[in-house]
Nanobody
């Protein structure tokens, strides 16, 4: 079992930055592909970013490319999502997720472990 706990959300203004953290307990994350997803009210959960285990490659949704950065610190068993130049349309609950995989995983249905989510609200 992997327990994931997100933190770092909050209320910010457009153009500000936030860094979300996702810390795991129970298993080391080095064997898991990690992903960040978000869900706004009335919308489906959407892919934000994922990072593979095999080579550390990162992949992003077009809507966040160039603004968000996913990274991992295996020593701390933590994955981060650095979010810069935030926009009101980034407002959502953000979730981190883990799946036992070497490669990147883009589909939220493939992930077996989820955090509880952290709210990010960006005001205009």
């Amino acid at each position: 079992q992997v327990q994931l706990v997100e933190s770092g959300g909050g209320l910010v203004q457009a153009g500000d930055s936030l860094r979300l953290s996702c810390t795991a307990a129970g298993r080391t994350l080095s064997d898991y592909a990690m992903g960040w997803f978000r869900q706004a009210p009335g919308k489906e959960r959407e892919f934000v970013a994922t990072m593979s285990t095999s080579d550390g490659s990162a992949y992003y949704a077009d809507s966040v490319k160039g603004r968000f950065t996913i990274s991992r610190d295996n020593a701390k068993n933590t994955v981060y999502l650095q979010m810069n130049s935030l926009k009101p349309e980034d407002t959502a609950v953000y979730y981190c997720a883990a799946v036992l995989s070497l490669g990147p995983v883009f589909n939220h249905r493939a992930y077996g472990y989820w955090g509880q989510g952290t709210q990010v609200t960006v005001s205009s």
